[in-house]
C-alpha cells in the first residue's frame, strides 16, 4: 500500500504559496489508516516511551490512536483557552503565521519518556515548541515522529538535536 496515494496535494492553502497536504483521504479509508498506525506503532516500539504528544488538530488524528495501539497514555497539546487546569505555554512561528500552544502542567512527570507526533514536519515550529512544553514539564524526548517530512523545508533543521521517525518523505 503506498500511503502517498491517500494524500493530496492542495496547492495556495490556507495562502498563496503554500501546498497543503490532505490527509483527509486518509483518513476516510480504514484499512490504509490503520496501516498507518500498525506500521508507526511498529517503527516507535523499540523506545523506552512513557506517553505520546500530539498537537491539536491534525496531529490528534494520529496521536490518540497510536497511544491506544501501544498500551500508552495521550497527552493533548492545544491551543489557547482548550485546556481547563493551569498550563505551560510555548509560542512559535509557522510557514504560514504564529501560534502558541498549551499542555497541562501536570501532563508529564519529571524523567518521563515522550514521543512527540505529529501528521507533518514542516518547518519545525510545532515540533519545536512541542518539545519545549516537553521538556518544561521534565520530560526526556524519546522521539519526534511524523507521518510525513516536507524535505524541502528543512523543518528537520530546527529540531536536530532530537530523534526523528519519520514514516514517508516528500
Not at 86 to 91: A, C, N, Q
Not at 125 to 144: E, F, R, V
Amino acid at each position: 500500500m503506498n500511503i502517498k496515494d491517500y494524500i493530496i496535494d492542495v496547492p495556495n492553502f490556507p495562502k498563496e504559496g503554500v501546498i497543503f497536504k490532505d490527509i483527509t483521504p486518509l483518513l476516510m479509508s480504514p484499512e490504509a489508516f490503520y496501516n498507518v498506525i500498525e506500521n508507526w506503532a511498529i517503527a516507535l516500539k523499540k523506545l523506552k516511551v512513557d506517553k505520546i504528544l500530539a498537537a491539536e488538530a491534525r496531529g490528534f488524528f494520529f496521536g490518540a490512536p497510536l497511544a491506544i495501539a501501544m498500551d500508552l497514555p495521550f497527552v493533548p497539546v492545544r491551543k489557547k483557552g482548550k485546556l481547563p487546569r493551569e498550563t505551560v505555554s510555548e509560542s512559535f512561528g509557522l510557514e504560514y503565521g504564529s501560534s502558541e500552544l498549551f499542555i497541562h502542567k501536570d501532563a508529564i512527570e519529571e524523567g518521563e519518556n515522550v514521543v512527540i507526533i505529529d501528521d507533518v514536519l514542516a518547518t519545525g515550529g510545532t515540533a519545536k515548541a512541542m518539545i519545549n512544553l516537553a521538556k518544561k514539564c521534565g520530560a526526556n524526548i524519546a522521539a519526534c515522529s511524523f507521518l510525513l517530512e516536507l524535505d524541502f523545508l528543512k523543518g528537520r533543521e530546527k529540531i536536530n538535536d532530537e530523534n526523528i521517525i519519520v514514516l514517508y518523505h516528500s
